[in-house]
């Protein structure tokens, strides 16, 4: 068998070492110990191939808007939202598709393959026009889902429904919300239970902000759990954030998390921005504010990281790298063993993709031939090391590579070289 491409002495994911990956038409066609010649071919030298990086949870209008129209002074998340609603009177569709392109680029050198952006939806629909153009421009490279986001709250905003019904209209594929943002808790409610209904009746995924507070009153996961069983939509619906979780109180957790089970809610934190804006309001001891993970693991649901913001109102760092992202949530949430620490590295990858409903992900025969050749040799040392993306291929072709990280020593007796794999 002839192939595009061969991939040689790769490790996977899963533990096993020394493969080839062959691929051709776009999928993977082979994986097996010395594989005959490709058109092409790779020598991963014993490094680890994975599957693509994926980030279930961003905001492609808002990234790199940092400093427009001026910085964030509290940190907080309703800071964040006013100064957003100041850039959203002023930038054009043409400034949003420029950013959004940059991001991309970085995104997919960074193996970073698959995105879901929720795009604003409140006041004006440019950034939806913007994004739809984006997500036509990059199609070949970069799976890009768009969610309708009424980031002003469903019923908070005039005219978020009818727009945030055009946007689906349009082609913006999952419906979103932010419940814990609208005027009052039982209007929190009724948007979810508004915003389920419209998915049922449209055939589509839902994807809301939900309980993004450290107020652990903020129950809208119930609603949305809730409204997911009565519209049968298990399996299709996810909540971003529950931040609030990680002030509940065990108890009410106790009955909660067995009803987000039977309702197969996905879950997407975001280990970055969690940390930075939650327990803004505290004095000391300052809450850390990210959900529930082990515990929601441990149920079998789907739990998947995001990385939210890169450079825009709410967050000045990032640089489109899910690992730097695992890195901060086994910080944040205590999970350093090395079960938990692999887990982390399936939340920014199968996890992901899995919230997203991506057809044909992983590293497996008939699969589409997306991988990552990283410079660790397992997924562990690739978080340790945040590992350089040495080759990212897209359907069986080269789309990135970056030289491997290392270091010339000017020490005398000392090795001349180091490298961040210490091998
Ligand atoms: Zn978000």
């Known amino acids: 068998m002839s192939f595009d491409l061969v991939i040689r002495n790769a490790n996977l994911v899963d533990g096993r070492i020394g493969l080839d990956i062959g691929c051709a038409g776009g999928r993977i066609a082979a994986i097996d110990v010395q594989l005959g010649g490709g058109f092409q071919e790779i020598d991963a030298a014993g490094q680890l191939v994975a599957p693509p990086f994926v980030d279930p949870h961003f905001h492609m209008d808002a990234t790199l808007s940092l400093g427009r129209p001026r910085l964030n002074a509290s940190g907080t998340l309703l800071e964040g939202i006013e100064l957003w609603g100041e850039l959203k009177q002023v930038q054009t569709a043409a400034e949003i598709v420029e950013r959004a392109l940059r991001y991309c680029d970085l995104a997919v050198a960074q193996g970073l393959l698959a995105i879901r952006s929720h795009v604003d939806v409140c006041g004006t629909l440019t950034g939806v026009e913007a994004l739809l153009e984006v997500h036509e421009r990059v199609k070949d490279y970069l799976d890009l889902q768009l969610v309708a986001f009424p980031q002003d709250g469903l019923f908070r905003s005039a005219g978020a429904e009818s727009n945030l019904l055009q946007a689906l209209d349009r082609g913006v594929d999952v419906v979103g919300g932010i419940p814990h943002f609208e005027r009052t808790m039982q209007e929190g409610d009724a948007s979810v239970a508004r915003l389920c209904a ?19 009153n903020s129950r809208h996961v119930e609603t949305l759990a809730r409204e997911t069983l009565r519209h049968g939509l298990q399996g299709r619906v996810t909540g971003s954030h529950l931040t609030s979780m990680h002030s509940m109180d065990d108890y009410y957790v106790s009955k909660l998390i067995p009803l987000m089970a039977e309702s197969r809610l996905n879950v997407v934190a975001n280990p970055l921005i969690n940390i930075l804006i939650q327990g803004r309001h505290d004095t000391y001891p300052k809450r850390r504010g990210l959900t529930r993970v082990a515990e929601l693991q441990a149920t079998g649901l789907t739990v998947a990281f995001g990385s939210d913001c890169v450079m825009d109102p709410w967050y000045p760092l990032g640089t489109a790298d899910m690992l730097d992202v695992a890195s901060m949530a086994i910080h944040v949430g205590h999970l350093s063993s090395m079960e938990a620490m692999r887990r982390c590295f399936e939340a920014v990858t199968t996890e992901g993709a899995r919230v997203m409903g991506l057809d044909g992900y992983g590293v497996a025969v008939g699969k589409r031939a997306d991988l990552v050749l990283l410079q660790a040799g397992d997924p562990i040392e ?14 069986g072709r080269l789309v990135a590579e970056s030289a491997p ?7 005398g007796a000392r090795p001349e070289r180091v490298t961040p794999r210490l091998t």
Not at 386 to 395: D, E, F, T, Y
Not at 405 to 411: G, M, T, Y
């Open 198 to 216: 419209i998915a049922a009746e449209r055939g589509l995924m839902v994807d809301l902000h939900c309980d993004e507070t450290d107020d652990p």
């Open 405 to 411: 990280r290392e270091s010339r020593l000017h020490l």
């Open 382 to 395: 690739a978080i340790r090391t945040r590992a350089v993306r040495l080759a990212v291929i897209k359907a």
